[in-house]
């Protein structure tokens, strides 16, 4: 029954991406790039197979032009850099547009520039007249043009102007092409934009430009992002613009990582990058690194989240049959299989989490028997192991490979204190640390006891393991377990370290908070410390 | 030009809403509601519109049962709760299946069972035949509804088993179809389908059940779960189900907070939630703290970023005219403009609240304005007030109706202690309280310093509020702030509680987490007070 199977040799044209993470992605909240980082990642997406890099825009900010006088210097294998601006103002003749030389001055065998589509745009914005802006359109592309420039011309609120206006919207997309622009880009500037809306709209200008290379630039304010980008594609449009993890204005761009799959996996279109699409992970973590950013779990495809299975049914049935309950082969996008494992997972599901992890373990040994009996002890005690997974390593290090610890805290002891006249509260901690034949007692302070804890421990291993001062805390976590109960009952702890390098998540449980905190801090430190053995992976 | 524009009166069908956050969306890594959470959900989905609320899975975990004897007990306005299972096993008579005995004993109006539509499914994970299979899933629904249950049956893997062998999938359907089931639920289980292969097969389906109810269950794995569900309510169906937040397995189920406004104010269709849409973003935010999830700001419609314009260009073009970059008025959802980079709330949203709590307040008040600025503050500082109504309440009372709190903590003390020679840990705390003109210093021991305090804090204040004895905790969540700082960064405690009759959130925030609790605590008791007093309401 191949009805509605994908042909995999398609008559399907190749399609152009054109990534605006460095341009556009910079709109988004939290969302910057030092010069050096935006060419390390042009250099990325140029060896991943992307077809345009958009580098900045030259006078909105110093490090755009900075950017462009670098990476003119780099031998790209097959990227062209494209610079972004803006038509003419109405009140310059083009030739000494001071935006139109920065454009030029970028030196980019590729220039972007954006007019408006939108009457409404031209009128209250722009303040001019639509014969005017038809003329800035046209003149800017031809003098780009005769400059030696490729020009791509961005149609600003197309949707949303051609709802309004068709006849207005498509006399400017005429004014970019009599002035030679290789594409017409259709901007979904505002997101909104439904799908049945694209595919009608894109048809109509498809028949109008029968001949011309149309583009699709969408956002995701209706969570359509992704959706509007295949449907321009599928009504003709050849060029996607989008961002590496949909970085960007408000709600973000087109996803670049979850349009490629869809695009290259599903549908079938040619791209330069099919070939490189297992590396799409790495691509999305880089970027998410350079821009400083936690990378989205959730993410389609790439995310961490993206083939997890629950214990339970889905596990054991994903077992049997792996794509039973995963869409694609997670490893066609660099991505893996895991198990999570929560109050519901059987012994295969933590044998295919051993597995996951490397681990030489065998499902029917004494050891791992009695490593089984203590997790479900542990989990009944309120530990989980679902986002611990450093806790679930030292506990099969501990049971199955049966080696000690490192260290043992033997006491400790928290003063905390609130007082009127001060109107401030102190915290005191003292620990006693067992390393090898030596003990360490010492004390520490801070705002909150969890800090005092945090620092007296440092204190204590750092005379045998110096690298616990490259440990750094990034979350923390409490939940109460049973609300039953009420404060009596247990609490969990979840904390996520990072060495700059690694990120790990420990977990500590307790009737008490405190104890429970010292639990996972204490799990984290000796996950660095066991990590710098190699003796985790 | 109204050639794209929606009717606003339409003759469309009505879509019915059925939210499985507490069913589905618990299987999201790391989510997880306590009963008395998913009581409060389950209250606040129904005063949202939410047509149908999916509870749990009975016999999954201990949890699920418990909110079925809970959420029994209340009166809900609209919505219809559910029960969720299976089919019955192939070896089993249905009468005598354990897991659809415990539907029945669920006692809810409504029980929604999945079954197999995929034949490999049948054959490789069920390990049955395909005839079998079609008599579990008629018998099972047969036998809920001569149990006079409402029945929605969930076509698990739906789209991929129409992709592999359409006849027996649609012969699954007739099944069902003969059971008596007044839904039929087609699931993207893997999340993988493409929205023109939706369109087809929902429209396919359609026409062999010309009268039959359709439903849509969609995951987000390639980025469409909320256009792949509108693709088919347009092809049809009639019911949506999904998740606030999107939270659900791998990479989430359809957003509900995305496909509702999309479905509404953008496409016209008439649900019962509709006048309520302008409470979306609360909704949101209630169901994330609930969750103990940050809350997602690149949410569509709903995020702190949907309407975010970081300056320059947009911003002023906003200032100019409202509509140019914003794809919707922020307020029909709840939501609003923010040019300059601020999480404080204005004026409006909370005269919202105040008004959805019953409070009467007037804008333009001296007080209202001290108590804006000093909302400010507090939010800066921390303090968020989204699911903590009660701390909201008593703020109101101290700042707009300047009553002063009957009493007073002036200082505090916890030690916490642990030995390596007990195995065992001990706090202890002493509190000083002031009520009225007198002093009670009192000190109480527990397992934990939170349970030494509130042991306390009742001590000192029974003897003049014996009703505090009453008060039971019955949630305890906190949260770091600010990831990036660590430990030193503010904490935020959110505690819920019961005196038996209602259940109230409460907050506090510090550096200390010893603190922060505290303040939650003393709250939780300032409000059981005000309760008795009548104040509140």
């Known amino acids: 029954m191949l009805r509605f199977s994908i042909p995999m040799e398609s008559a399907k044209p190749n399609v152009f991406l054109y990534d605006t993470t460095l341009r556009d992605g910079t709109q988004g909240e939290g969302i910057s790039f030092t010069v050096s980082s935006k060419v390390r990642l042009a250099e990325k997406l140029d060896s ?26 780099v031998t790209l294998k097959r990227a062209k850099v494209a610079a972004f601006g803006s038509t003419r103002r109405a009140s310059n003749a083009v030739e000494v547009d001071p935006q139109v030389k920065l454009l030029l001055e970028a030196e980019t065998p590729v220039v972007t520039i954006f007019g408006k589509t939108w009457l409404m745009h031209v009128t209250e914005v722009l303040r001019t007249t639509a014969e005017e802006n038809i003329k800035m ?11 030696g420039r490729e020009v791509v011309y961005d149609a600003e609120h197309f949707f949303d102007g051609y709802k309004d206006n068709p006849k207005f919207a498509l006399a400017t997309l005429e004014a970019a092409q009599r002035g030679g622009a290789e594409f017409l880009t259709l901007c979904d500037t505002n997101g909104g934009t439904l799908v049945g809306e694209v595919q009608n709209i894109v048809g109509a200008v498809q028949k109008h430009f029968p001949k011309t290379k149309i583009g699709m630039h969408c956002h995701n304010d209706a969570g359509l992002g992704v959706a509007v980008t295949l449907a321009g594609v599928e009504a003709g449009a050849v060029m996607v613009q ?5 970085y960007g204005e408000r ?4 996803n670049l990582t979850t349009v490629i799959p869809n695009l290259s996996l599903k549908m079938g279109y040619p791209m330069a990058c099919a070939e490189h699409i297992s590396r799409l992970r790495d691509l999305s973590l880089f970027t998410a690194e350079l821009a400083n950013q936690r990378h989205d779990s959730k993410q389609p495809y790439v995310g961490a989240s993206a083939f997890v299975h629950k214990g339970g049914v889905h596990a054991d049935a994903v077992n049997k049959v792996k794509h039973s309950y995963e869409h694609i082969a997670p490893e066609a996008v660099g991505n893996r299989t895991r198990v999570v494992v929560s109050d519901m997972s059987g012994r295969a599901s933590i044998m295919m989490k051993a597995q996951e992890m490397g681990l030489d373990v065998e499902s029917k040994s004494p050891a791992m028997t009695h490593f089984l009996d203590e997790l479900k002890q542990l989990e009944f005690r309120g530990y989980e192991y679902e986002a611990a997974d450093a806790s679930f390593k030292l506990l099969i290090r501990r049971y199955v490979n049966q080696k000690a610890d490192p260290f043992k805290v033997l006491n400790y002891k928290v003063i905390d204190e609130y007082g009127e006249w001060t109107d401030d509260v102190t915290a005191e901690a003292t620990v006693k640390v067992k390393i090898g034949e030596n003990i360490y007692h010492v004390v520490d302070e801070s705002t909150g006891p969890v800090g005092a804890l945090d620092g007296a421990l440092r204190k204590a291993l750092s005379h045998e393991f110096p690298q616990v001062n490259d440990v750094r805390l990034t979350d923390f976590k409490v939940r109460i377990l049973d609300g039953q109960k009420g404060v009596k009952a247990i609490i969990r702890v979840q904390v996520e370290s990072t060495d700059g390098v690694n990120i790990w998540g420990t977990v500590g449980a307790s009737d008490d908070i405190i104890e429970a905190s010292l639990e996972a801090l204490r799990d984290a430190f000796l996950y660095k410390i066991a990590l710098d053995h190699g003796e985790t992976e």
């Not at 030259?58 to 032009?65: Q, T």
């Not at 359109?137 to 400059?147: A, F, G, P």
């Not at 709600?251 to 087109?254: D, E, K, L, V």
């Open 242 to 246: 989008g961002t590496m993890n949909g």
């Open 251 to 254: 709600i973000g761009n087109a």
């Open 137 to 147: 359109i046209e003149d800017t592309v031809r003098y780009l043009k005769d400059n």
């Open 48 to 73: 991943f197979g992307i077809d345009y890099i958009e580098g900045g825009w030259p006078g909105s900010n110093p490090r755009d032009m900075a950017f462009f006088d670098q990476i003119r210097k």
